[in-house]
């Protein structure tokens, strides 16, 4: 992943945490699963510095994103909607990291 696909997948990952609707309404739950994730996505993303992302950060970075759909009770139109938006901004093949809209 180039330096720019690496900072376009940051930027959709963290965007999309941020537009998707909250349908949860345990604040409790809201911490870990999506405030806490959160959080682990930009420690990632400050950890490889310069380099590029290796698949196994790729693919946990994807997980928590998916932590958060669990959490927000995202409906599955509107996760593949996302998971899309940021294959295709960013170049990441979900297909390549087998991961596919839970």
Do not use: C, W
């Not at 959160?38 to 928590?64: H, K, N, S, Y």
């Not at 995202?74 to 170049?91: A, F, K, N, Q």
Request: hydrophobic letters at 30%; charged letters at 35%.
């Amino acid at each position: 992943m180039t330096d720019t696909d690496k900072t376009a997948f940051f930027s959709a990952v963290l965007k999309t945490i941020a537009s998707t609707r909250n349908h949860g309404t345990d604040q409790d739950e809201h911490t870990r699963g999506v405030v806490e994730p959160a959080a682990r996505i930009r420690a990632v993303e400050e950890e490889t510095g310069e380099r590029p992302l290796t698949p196994g950060e790729t693919g946990e970075v994807l997980d928590l994103l998916e932590t958060t759909f669990r959490a927000k009770r995202t409906p599955d139109e509107e996760r593949e909607y996302y998971l899309r938006y940021i294959e295709r901004v960013s170049g990441v093949s979900r297909a390549s990291l087998d991961v596919s809209a839970r």
